[in-house]
């Protein structure tokens, strides 16, 4: 189509500084070493298969992103550890930086389709060269995990042998440092324990929950008393007593540090109520973005969990139901570890089981609640300094 | 949730070959290169900004993902020009990789949504470090445009100047040879010239297109010259009149060559016959994948433009409309490339504007259209090579 | 920007005929049925919960892309049921609508994002509103399972009752005829089971291929044992004895049939000889579109099963681990349908259990697999027929 | 896999409720009706013509949707203009349906891939069943367009003539009256204006930035005198001149008022302050929400657009260059509608031209800028009112 002059000039008015020295794009990435990494062991053993070079470049992708991921995530957790996160100022970065890991999430679960256009056939003829190197020791991939809190001891074994034995050296290491330093969780946890409201010298939201679930629970079972006869009512009562059970067991501590120990839950009982306050008054301003927050690590939960299954599937499109070329049993060993013990913050999702009619909660005092639209903000030197990491 | 036994035993039934020697995932996919390779300018210009490692990130993941594009293209492109693309057999090969592109494609499109989590906040903050590094350097590019077949003289300039003045050495000179070596459209356009049913002493199907089709447009003049007057028919006489002329265009191998000359078209007169005949007998069996590839080389061209216009997107909020980075004007220059100037298979496109009536495509004589389901295979021993490249 | 003129005058070059009367684009839609049907149950019980609103458009339009789903399908199920499946031009068309549903499927796999963006805070609002109905009861879904071919037995039971027990009248009638007609696989089936080049008294592919295992198993043991001692020489062996084992398995009909009535293998032991021998031949030109087929299929298994997977993702997150709507115990429920059960061709899957080095496999003459360059086509009248449905 | 009895138990311990009465999942959703709009009028002219029925079903998705997008859109309105937005309790019922738009948006971008498996030859055939039927006619695509805020005045003509005389009676109307009504972009500038740290007895923001560039401007060219001569030199401090020129013109109210006149600007004055205010300030915690807010709605402008474009896209496929059936010039009109005058937002677009240095910004002094970490709310009876449409 043809263009007016005007535009043309527009669109032609820059000036090439590249000429004058300075950093060019390929160095600025080194695609030096980037694009120069690609071997095929096919080739070296003189029988070049065409597709393993599709193989070498996806995997190289995910392993650029998850060191992506990682990077992102270690930047919030020294946000958390270093008490930033108290000055509510950083909690946009938090926010922001967890959100990109979701979306780098979210690519790497659709990037299963550019490998899956290589067929079990084409797979095969250069499968034996790989062995015994393994997806499984991605060292990146299990930092990943200990990262955000998958625990040690809910992990699927790996041919009956703990996942670290599986690395040697340095890498080990790493590894058992990661298991040792504060996960996302735990950095979560400490920071839900800290929800304003929780008080029992302040709003007492935990107390006063309690309180009003069971008097909206026996309201309830006195209108049902007061209904006909029937085989309704009857149900009715049952579901009413269902109820009473339930929300017993959430005011019960003791029955909750068993199901951590048995690791069906895993934040505090301190943290889980905050995590309730958020949810229930989430729109008041102080909660708003915690509350995305919390959405957003269980997407990463989500998420990852997608990961594991578009592996298995891939896996199981790939090999059958044959060995991996590490030597593990393959589809079997990684159908295993779609499974909520590798989502860390199923607490998140299993608040839903506890949600109450919003007459329930309890109300906020006007003269009260300012706390909640009242953000703490240090004005100190530190608080000012955006990036230092 | 719970597992037998016998479940467990599947999944942990592998054996440990790691442990016995051999290559190991790290070391196979090169990862202290890749992974070595984020330096950001920013530290060292003692300002660390976060959100510099990401740009790196995404752009190197660009520069791998063009590398694999790269292969495949070079492996087709090798087929065509090797004269294996005669054993009919290749095709699945040459329909395979083409596909695998343009799933890449999708996920390129995709990937932009990570780096827009970068808000023009955070890129303004280490935008300055990077000049004179710019995308329009990235060699690995404009080898791709040139070997798909984006014509020299079609090219938008550059700060008015030819595209290559930005490259030097060894990167001009290779960018050079690409302008020579034949493209995939001129390779695919050698191959549909050769498709069968187009010759004179055969079929002859392009002298029995047109007989039809002017005998049809004659058929439909005359019928609507026996209706009643009224406004409708004055229309209907002059949609003929334009029909005619369109289709006097289509056979006039005069005006195909003046369109080619002006790059409004692309294809040759007989590539052009071949295309069509394709798309009018796309069930036959020997149609059936050469209409696939078809189909996916509009998907490359689809998907490239709409990786522009995404880009256009995205530099839009980095920069709004500032110059870009290597001097360019920025959001401006990357506009006018979203043109079908850039759209190399632009002639399977708009065949879509010569599509006529089932009943005007020339009828295949059960004895003659034998061709049409029996392949071209040769059993020489190179065609049973099935990797040789 | 500014345009030229000369490129406005093409860009309004249009005559308005809308203007003329006939079918405009709301009519032809039927747009006052589908957007009148948006009825929130929250605001007949006069308290209307905003997002209520989101949940019913978002099931509606997973409803018409099932309806698409099935439309396509059961014109695939034709062209096998009616034979025109032997005329080797139809293939085009079976694949390519069996692509279709496999991209409408990907679609509906995104399309779980968008409902996501409600909150179990926000679906708790308007939940008790919905009771009894619930996702069990969508007929189409369940049509959808009984056309693909997920066979009545390996179902999982819903609150212990049999599937179908949910359905009354005419919709259980709708079902059960749907379990006795030929589902997907078994008209997939019954093709693979014509694959050329079976025929013992032709090309006899599966005495060949089983000859060429043993006698390559037996030259891969004699080699290993002139090997010095060594462990690995003893791993080796046994590794030997295993593949012997393997292979044994796959030429025991028995077994097979064994392994069918159990539910572990779903094709009839002559089907799955089809099956691998297209896997083995993909490149023959008539055997390339077979295998895109074959591929499709399992996309389709693929999808269907992240699509449960996502589901319960997104449900887990809605409602924890409460009971479903319709009375289910929900998440676990869901969760327990994502299951090898539910992959219609499981059996394409295992086959990678069972590839082979490219030199056992069975070498074709060349005087002899001319057939599998011949398509077969049929010049008769039904033949020509494009579009007869 | 065999599964324990436990858990079993587990997934079967639900009740099936329908079985008592009330809503069930197909009359709930008003199946009857979404279900059964799918006339091909193909098939009404007997010749019916497979896809056809994709067709119809893909625009009815796309329709559903857009009153999914339509319904957030107003529910977000309603808030602006009722004055609830002054709560900014609020804040995340906005952000959350704008976002929830946006996932919308980012579907029915990918959408397209679905009916791009129909190719041009498949529409060809029943192309002409549907004159003069056309996209143009979508009432609610311009409804959208209008309360989102794309101005009458910068509509490209359609046929030369207005794009509301494509529509007759009460559509007519109702595309006038939300013409008149407040669009989504008179909204949000209304409310920029009311960012709090504009006013000129308080924080006043805008003449302390104007102060802190120029005098930033000033030293920068001071630095640049004080160099050695040079090529570089006279270079730099032409860019200083330039971006000087820049910035008078931010600053320059008249030059705004004749750009908002000429359509390049659209925000008002003080909007612009408010946003540019927004942005430097997007840390602070009552600016957290407001910035992504602002993010979100580029991000509706840019799905927007990459919808326009796809579309034009597939279009192009369809029919070539041939006129759309409802009589427009077809792909020429549409390309010329993917043009920054239907981007509303382009004035948060181009604010990244004025982006400054971390230190030009003016300081928030610690006793000044509590205002910015304290929200307004107010807790009379109609902010407690969560969902009072």
Chains 1, 2, 3, 4 share one sequence.
């Not at 930086?97 to 079990?120: G, K, N, P, S, Y």
């Not at 958020?278 to 989500?302: A, G």
């Amino acid at each position: 189509p043809p263009k007016t002059e005007e535009e043309d000039d527009v669109a032609q008015a820059g000036v090439n500084k590249a000429s004058k020295g300075g950093i060019i794009y390929g160095d600025y990435l080194q695609l030096d070493k980037v694009l120069g990494a690609q071997v095929l062991q096919s080739e070296l053993k003189a029988n070049k298969i065409h597709d393993e070079h599709l193989f070498i470049v996806t995997h190289q992708a995910y392993e650029l992103w998850f060191k992506q991921i990682l990077y992102e995530l270690d930047s919030v957790r020294d946000i958390f550890i270093s008490g930033h996160v108290r000055d509510e100022r950083n909690m946009l970065k938090v926010n922001t930086r967890i959100h990109r890991i979701v979306m780098i999430l979210r690519l790497l679960v659709d990037q299963f389709a550019v490998l899956e256009t290589m067929t079990a056939l084409d797979f095969f003829d250069f499968r034996e060269y790989l062995s015994p190197a393994s997806g499984f020791q991605s060292l990146q991939f299990r930092l990943l995990e200990n990262r955000i809190g998958v625990p040690d001891n809910l992990r699927v074994p790996y041919n009956r042998r703990h996942y670290r034995d599986n690395f040697k050296g340095h890498d080990s290491e790493l590894l058992q440092a990661t298991e040792q330093e504060p996960s996302l969780l735990k950095l979560v946890e400490e920071w839900l324990e800290r929800t304003p409201g929780l008080e029992v010298e302040g709003f007492n939201f935990w107390e006063r929950l309690e309180i009003n679930i069971f008097e909206g629970l026996k309201a309830e079972k006195e209108k049902i008393e007061k209904m006909m006869d029937g085989e309704d009512k009857q149900e009715l009562l049952e579901e009413v007593v269902k109820q009473k059970e339930l929300f017993t067991s959430l005011f019960d501590e003791k029955r909750h540090d068993h199901l951590v120990s048995k690791g069906e839950r895993r934040l505090s009982y301190k943290a889980l109520q905050g995590a309730l306050m958020i949810y229930f008054f989430r729109e008041e301003p102080r909660f708003q973005v915690p509350f995305q927050l919390l959405n957003s690590l269980m997407d990463i939960d989500t998420l990852m969990t997608k990961w594991r299954y578009n592996h298995v599937c891939m896996v199981h499109r790939m090999i059958g139901s044959k060995a991996g070329t590490g030597g593990s049993s393959g589809y079997h060993y990684l159908r295993s570890t779609v499974s909520d013990r590798y989502k860390v913050f199923v607490d998140l999702f299993n608040l839903a089981t506890f949600l109450v009619p919003r007459n329930w909660v309890p109300k906020l005092n006007p003269s009260v609640h300012t706390f909640l639209y009242t953000a703490e903000c240090c004005d100190s030197s530190y608080c000012s300094s955006e990036d230092s990491d």
